[in-house]
Protein backbone atom coordinates (compact mmCIF):
# COMPACT_ATOMS: atom_id res chain seq x y z
CA UNK A 1 0.00 0.00 0.00
CA UNK A 2 1.09 3.17 -0.75
CA UNK A 3 2.45 5.12 2.48
CA UNK A 4 4.22 8.08 1.14
CA UNK A 5 2.42 10.80 2.73
CA UNK A 6 2.02 9.05 6.50
CA UNK A 7 6.34 8.11 5.69
CA UNK A 8 6.78 12.06 5.14
CA UNK A 9 4.45 13.63 7.57
CA UNK A 10 4.22 11.01 10.40
CA UNK A 11 1.75 9.09 12.20
CA UNK A 12 0.60 9.23 15.55
CA UNK A 13 -0.39 6.51 17.75
CA UNK A 14 -2.85 7.27 20.50
CA UNK A 15 -3.05 4.15 22.69
CA UNK A 16 -0.68 0.78 22.22
CA UNK A 17 -2.79 -1.79 23.76
CA UNK A 18 -3.66 -4.93 21.67
CA UNK A 19 -5.50 -3.15 18.76
CA UNK A 20 -2.75 -0.91 18.48
CA UNK A 21 -0.06 -3.18 18.60
CA UNK A 22 -1.65 -5.81 16.59
CA UNK A 23 -1.96 -2.27 13.95
CA UNK A 24 1.73 -1.17 14.29
CA UNK A 25 2.85 -4.70 13.90
CA UNK A 26 0.83 -5.10 10.53
CA UNK A 27 2.64 -1.87 9.44
CA UNK A 28 5.43 -2.41 10.32
CA UNK A 29 5.85 -5.69 8.70
CA UNK A 30 4.36 -4.21 5.41
CA UNK A 31 7.35 -1.85 5.43
CA UNK A 32 6.52 1.54 6.97
CA UNK A 33 9.37 2.70 8.74
CA UNK A 34 9.40 2.60 12.06
CA UNK A 35 11.06 6.48 12.24
CA UNK A 36 7.33 7.53 10.82
CA UNK A 37 5.50 6.49 13.92
CA UNK A 38 4.85 8.07 16.88
CA UNK A 39 3.63 6.29 19.65
CA UNK A 40 1.78 7.71 22.82
CA UNK A 41 1.64 5.38 25.63
CA UNK A 42 1.29 5.48 29.91
CA UNK A 43 2.31 1.82 29.92
CA UNK A 44 4.31 0.88 26.50
CA UNK A 45 5.55 -2.58 26.13
CA UNK A 46 8.96 -4.17 25.95
CA UNK A 47 7.90 -4.94 22.40
CA UNK A 48 6.73 -1.27 21.40
CA UNK A 49 9.76 0.16 22.90
CA UNK A 50 11.97 -2.50 20.86
CA UNK A 51 10.46 -1.74 17.47
CA UNK A 52 12.00 2.09 16.85
CA UNK A 53 9.23 3.86 17.29
CA UNK A 54 9.07 7.08 18.68
CA UNK A 55 7.69 6.42 22.22
CA UNK A 56 6.19 9.34 24.17
CA UNK A 57 8.16 11.95 22.51
CA UNK A 58 7.10 14.98 20.80
CA UNK A 59 5.22 14.69 18.15
CA UNK A 60 5.73 15.65 14.27
CA UNK A 61 4.06 19.62 13.22
CA UNK A 62 1.45 18.11 11.03
CA UNK A 63 1.21 14.20 11.32
CA UNK A 64 -1.11 12.60 8.35
CA UNK A 65 -2.53 10.87 10.60
CA UNK A 66 -4.06 10.14 14.17
CA UNK A 67 -5.07 6.74 15.14
CA UNK A 68 -7.23 7.29 18.12
CA UNK A 69 -6.70 3.58 20.19
CA UNK A 70 -7.18 4.28 23.76
CA UNK A 71 -10.24 2.96 25.73
CA UNK A 72 -13.78 5.40 25.70
CA UNK A 73 -13.06 6.18 29.71
CA UNK A 74 -9.40 7.71 28.88
CA UNK A 75 -10.23 9.62 25.99
CA UNK A 76 -10.96 12.60 28.22
CA UNK A 77 -7.21 12.53 29.44
CA UNK A 78 -6.06 12.11 25.75
CA UNK A 79 -8.22 14.07 23.69
CA UNK A 80 -6.56 17.31 24.54
CA UNK A 81 -2.92 17.18 24.18
CA UNK A 82 -4.54 16.20 20.19
CA UNK A 83 -6.45 19.66 20.06
CA UNK A 84 -3.73 21.82 18.65
CA UNK A 85 -3.64 19.02 15.67
CA UNK A 86 -7.64 20.07 14.83
CA UNK A 87 -9.06 21.91 12.01
CA UNK A 88 -6.02 21.04 9.47
CA UNK A 89 -5.04 18.45 7.46
CA UNK A 90 -4.35 16.16 10.35
CA UNK A 91 -6.61 13.02 9.70
CA UNK A 92 -8.20 11.77 13.01
CA UNK A 93 -9.09 7.97 13.11
CA UNK A 94 -10.61 6.34 16.07
CA UNK A 95 -11.26 2.71 16.64
CA UNK A 96 -12.43 3.38 20.23
CA UNK A 97 -15.78 1.72 20.73
CA UNK A 98 -18.80 3.50 20.97
CA UNK A 99 -17.61 7.20 21.04
CA UNK A 100 -19.75 8.92 17.89
CA UNK A 101 -17.78 11.60 15.53
CA UNK A 102 -19.33 14.50 17.02
CA UNK A 103 -17.39 13.97 20.42
CA UNK A 104 -14.50 14.47 18.50
CA UNK A 105 -15.57 17.34 16.45
CA UNK A 106 -16.55 19.02 20.08
CA UNK A 107 -13.09 18.00 21.36
CA UNK A 108 -10.86 18.27 18.20
CA UNK A 109 -12.51 20.89 16.26
CA UNK A 110 -15.53 20.76 13.90
CA UNK A 111 -12.93 21.23 10.91
CA UNK A 112 -11.27 18.39 11.91
CA UNK A 113 -11.70 15.44 9.33
CA UNK A 114 -12.65 12.56 11.67
CA UNK A 115 -12.96 8.69 10.53
CA UNK A 116 -14.85 6.12 13.13
CA UNK A 117 -13.73 2.27 13.09
CA UNK A 118 -15.29 0.22 14.63
CA UNK A 119 -12.50 -3.13 14.39
CA UNK A 120 -12.87 -6.70 15.65
CA UNK A 121 -10.55 -8.67 17.83
CA UNK A 122 -9.59 -11.34 15.24
CA UNK A 123 -7.59 -8.24 13.32
CA UNK A 124 -4.39 -9.32 16.18
CA UNK A 125 -3.99 -12.39 14.11
CA UNK A 126 -4.58 -10.53 10.93
CA UNK A 127 -7.77 -11.76 10.30
CA UNK A 128 -9.90 -8.80 11.31
CA UNK A 129 -13.06 -7.06 9.78
CA UNK A 130 -13.44 -3.34 10.21
CA UNK A 131 -15.93 -0.86 9.21
CA UNK A 132 -15.25 2.81 8.82
CA UNK A 133 -17.26 6.14 7.97
CA UNK A 134 -15.98 9.63 7.85
CA UNK A 135 -17.61 13.20 8.58
CA UNK A 136 -17.74 15.55 6.19
CA UNK A 137 -14.62 17.01 6.13
CA UNK A 138 -13.00 13.47 5.75
CA UNK A 139 -11.73 13.74 1.82
CA UNK A 140 -11.61 10.43 -0.23
CA UNK A 141 -7.94 10.08 0.03
CA UNK A 142 -8.66 10.59 3.52
CA UNK A 143 -10.61 7.33 3.81
CA UNK A 144 -8.58 5.70 1.24
CA UNK A 145 -5.76 6.16 3.69
CA UNK A 146 -7.54 4.87 7.06
CA UNK A 147 -8.61 2.03 4.54
CA UNK A 148 -4.89 0.85 3.57
CA UNK A 149 -3.82 1.34 7.62
CA UNK A 150 -6.50 -0.72 8.56
CA UNK A 151 -6.22 -3.41 5.94
CA UNK A 152 -3.07 -4.23 7.72
CA UNK A 153 -5.35 -6.00 10.44
CA UNK A 154 -7.68 -7.61 7.45
CA UNK A 155 -10.74 -6.51 5.97
CA UNK A 156 -12.22 -3.19 5.80
CA UNK A 157 -16.09 -2.15 4.84
CA UNK A 158 -17.44 1.34 4.22
CA UNK A 159 -20.43 2.17 5.73
CA UNK A 160 -22.63 4.76 4.01
CA UNK A 161 -24.09 6.39 7.42
CA UNK A 162 -22.57 5.92 11.30
CA UNK A 163 -26.32 4.97 12.49
CA UNK A 164 -25.19 1.75 10.82
CA UNK A 165 -22.27 1.79 13.51
CA UNK A 166 -24.55 0.16 16.11
CA UNK A 167 -25.47 -2.69 14.02
CA UNK A 168 -21.48 -3.30 13.21
CA UNK A 169 -21.17 -3.43 16.40
CA UNK A 170 -23.62 -5.94 17.43
CA UNK A 171 -22.62 -7.91 14.35
CA UNK A 172 -18.93 -7.96 14.18
CA UNK A 173 -17.48 -6.32 17.24
CA UNK A 174 -19.53 -8.56 19.33
CA UNK A 175 -19.75 -11.44 17.11
CA UNK A 176 -16.45 -13.02 18.10
CA UNK A 177 -17.64 -13.52 21.76
CA UNK A 178 -20.83 -15.31 19.98
CA UNK A 179 -18.44 -17.82 18.20
CA UNK A 180 -16.42 -18.33 21.12
CA UNK A 181 -19.62 -19.46 23.59
CA UNK A 182 -20.98 -21.73 20.35
CA UNK A 183 -17.47 -23.48 20.75
CA UNK A 184 -17.89 -23.46 24.37
CA UNK A 185 -21.68 -25.14 24.27
CA UNK A 186 -20.83 -27.56 21.03
CA UNK A 187 -18.15 -28.68 23.32
CA UNK A 188 -20.48 -29.28 26.21
CA UNK A 189 -22.50 -31.11 24.29
CA UNK A 190 -19.49 -33.13 22.43
CA UNK A 191 -18.75 -34.28 26.68
CA UNK A 192 -22.41 -34.99 27.17
CA UNK A 193 -22.37 -37.17 24.13
CA UNK A 194 -20.05 -39.40 25.98
CA UNK A 195 -16.73 -37.62 24.61
CA UNK A 196 -13.59 -36.48 26.61
CA UNK A 197 -13.79 -32.95 27.73
CA UNK A 198 -10.35 -31.85 25.89
CA UNK A 199 -10.99 -33.95 23.06
CA UNK A 200 -14.91 -32.51 22.30
CA UNK A 201 -13.39 -29.01 22.30
CA UNK A 202 -10.48 -29.81 20.04
CA UNK A 203 -13.38 -31.33 17.62
CA UNK A 204 -15.59 -28.14 18.22
CA UNK A 205 -12.59 -25.71 17.80
CA UNK A 206 -11.37 -26.89 14.81
CA UNK A 207 -14.94 -27.40 13.27
CA UNK A 208 -15.71 -24.19 14.34
CA UNK A 209 -12.81 -22.66 12.78
CA UNK A 210 -12.55 -24.48 9.42
CA UNK A 211 -16.47 -23.82 8.45
CA UNK A 212 -15.72 -20.10 8.68
CA UNK A 213 -12.25 -20.27 6.43
CA UNK A 214 -14.38 -22.31 4.30
CA UNK A 215 -17.44 -20.03 4.61
CA UNK A 216 -14.94 -16.95 3.31
CA UNK A 217 -13.28 -18.72 0.72
CA UNK A 218 -15.95 -20.78 -0.86
CA UNK A 219 -17.74 -19.67 -4.31
CA UNK A 220 -21.02 -20.92 -2.85
CA UNK A 221 -22.89 -18.47 0.16
CA UNK A 222 -23.02 -20.43 3.13
CA UNK A 223 -26.98 -21.42 2.64
CA UNK A 224 -25.68 -23.41 -0.50
CA UNK A 225 -22.77 -24.78 2.12
CA UNK A 226 -25.30 -25.48 4.52
CA UNK A 227 -27.45 -27.48 2.15
CA UNK A 228 -24.01 -29.21 0.48
CA UNK A 229 -23.52 -31.09 3.58
CA UNK A 230 -27.15 -31.97 4.84
CA UNK A 231 -28.29 -35.10 3.41
CA UNK A 232 -32.18 -35.70 3.47
CA UNK A 233 -33.37 -37.57 7.17
CA UNK A 234 -29.67 -37.45 7.70
CA UNK A 235 -27.70 -36.99 11.31
CA UNK A 236 -27.38 -32.97 10.07
CA UNK A 237 -30.91 -32.23 9.00
CA UNK A 238 -32.05 -34.07 12.63
CA UNK A 239 -29.24 -31.24 14.53
CA UNK A 240 -30.59 -28.50 11.82
CA UNK A 241 -34.37 -29.01 12.77
CA UNK A 242 -33.65 -27.90 16.37
CA UNK A 243 -31.14 -25.12 15.20
CA UNK A 244 -33.68 -23.56 12.62
CA UNK A 245 -36.88 -23.87 14.49
CA UNK A 246 -38.39 -20.33 14.15
CA UNK A 247 -39.43 -20.35 17.94
CA UNK A 248 -36.66 -20.90 19.80
CA UNK A 249 -33.94 -22.18 17.37
CA UNK A 250 -30.91 -20.03 16.42
CA UNK A 251 -32.61 -17.37 13.97
CA UNK A 252 -34.91 -16.02 16.91
CA UNK A 253 -32.12 -16.36 19.23
CA UNK A 254 -29.49 -14.65 17.19
CA UNK A 255 -31.89 -12.08 16.46
CA UNK A 256 -32.93 -11.33 20.02
CA UNK A 257 -28.55 -11.10 20.86
CA UNK A 258 -27.96 -9.00 17.67
CA UNK A 259 -30.61 -6.60 18.73
CA UNK A 260 -29.15 -6.26 22.39
CA UNK A 261 -26.13 -5.49 21.54
CA UNK A 262 -27.09 -3.06 18.95
CA UNK A 263 -29.68 -1.40 21.40
CA UNK A 264 -26.80 -1.35 24.01
CA UNK A 265 -24.45 0.40 21.69
CA UNK A 266 -26.96 2.95 21.00
CA UNK A 267 -27.32 3.63 25.21
CA UNK A 268 -23.51 3.89 24.98
CA UNK A 269 -22.92 6.09 22.53
CA UNK A 270 -25.78 8.68 23.44
Known amino acids: MSMDKIEQ ?9 KMGSAMLAGWLA ?11 DPHPSAWLTATGVHVNAGLPPAPALVLIAVKPQMMGDALPAMAALGNGETVFLSVAAGTPISMFETALGASSPIIRAMPNTPAAIGRGITAIVGNAHATQADMDMADALL ?4 QVVRLEDESQMDAVTAVSGSGPAYVFH ?4 LAAAGAAEGLPADLAMA ?22 LRVNVTSPNGTTQA ?7 DTDGFPVLLRRAVKAAADRSKELGA
Do not use: Y
Open 9 to 17: QGLVLLGCG
Open 30 to 40: QGLPATSVWVL
Open 151 to 154: RAVG
Open 182 to 185: LIET
Open 203 to 224: LAKATVGGAGQLAEDADEDPTQ
Open 239 to 245: ALDVLMN
